[in-house]
């Protein structure tokens, strides 16, 4: 082991670096197609989206050097401090939180927004690696499954009840690290087999899942007892506990669809499982980003050459629908380049990950990547129709300082943390 020199810039992953720079710029330059409402529109003008997004970039820059100047430890060591602070700027937006959109998820500073849940996914990530960094702590000990599993379910639960399920949807998706971390299989598992259910269940109806699945326990117990495998006088109840369990999910999710979702939850879903075809209401902004990322063609239009970009066809085109912007300018080669820009990215994270001499900064690494993969996967998914409009911005490409920040943060802690791994303390 060698000892940390004063340079902070030694052992940093310059390639991960190159990728947040050709991200950061990727994304900025859509934001001003998105956004500029003429050809000549000067990029300092600081009042326009652009402008904007450009001094929250400025502002990261100073930002990340804070990060890269600190010492790696000092994560570690306040991470429980980051998560309790966290925590309370979510519980203090119910008594202090400003409505944007039907959800009370923002702070209002005057002079801008903050907005706490992209900062939490920050402090959250970092609790999870401590704790699992401590000495003992088995994931296939039911104890520290419970544990691990509530320091996921509290902001999961403080953002939900915002409400902001997207943002909330991202905690649920850190199940894979836990996987790769000693996590037993089923309850990954579990957790599919639940949103097969689920999707099962809205599209066929609570009775018809009911026959379906019921149908195919029963089919499962006869083949098993034709082979023999299965004695049903000993195992009858399992049998019917697969059965009462079954049952009571399906009625759950009927009972929540229909009672606990808002009806633009429930619009959504029906146009994704094609129940809906409502492309005026709840399906108008998908329907026209899809009309917008098919008309770019093979090649694209050109960059300000996007008529529908330009004509602002798309509703929150500089946020949630950022990409269709991508897809109408830049066609699909361009779109396929950034999604493999994307990939790569995301294979890097993972790549220096597998090489942490800490479980801390591995775990870290694990959780950073699976939280911008949903992020990408998920916004993309929603912009051209496989997936219902739940509100999760594009990394680096989305407008908006809070997300931007919050993305910052996490990429240059974590190569903060890997420049330091061959290095005394």
Known sequence: MRKRQNNIFVGIDWVLVLFFVVLIFLGWINIYAASVTNTSGDILDFSTLYG???????????????IIAIDAKFYERFSGVFYIVSMLSLVGLFVFGTTVNGAT?????????LQPSEFSKVATVLALANFLNEPNR?????????STFLILLLPAILITLQPDAGSALIYFSLIFVLYREGLPAYYLIIGFLAIFLFLITLAFGFISSIIIFFSLITLLVVYLLNTKKFHLNREWPKVLILYVVVGFFLFSVDYVFN???????????????GENSDTKGIGYNTNQSMITIGSGGLTGKGFLEGDRTQGHFVPAQDTDYIFSTVGEEWGFIGSSAVIIIFIAFILRIITVAERQKSKFSRVFGYAIATIFFFHF??????????LPTIGIPLPFFSYGGSSLWGF???????IRLDADRTYEW
């Open 52 to 66: 904007k997004q450009l001094q929250w970039i400025g502002l990261s820059i100073v930002l990340i050097v804070i």
């Open 105 to 113: 998820s923002w702070y209002n500073l005057g002079f801008s927004r």
């Open 138 to 146: 088995d994931l296939s000990n039911f104890k520290t499954q419970l």
């Open 259 to 273: 009672n606990v979702f808002e009806q633009r939850h429930r619009d959504r879903f029906s146009v994704v499982l």
């Open 377 to 386: 996967m998920i916004n993309i998914g929603m912009v051209i129709g496989l």
């Open 408 to 414: 910052t943060i996490l990429l240059f802690i974590f």
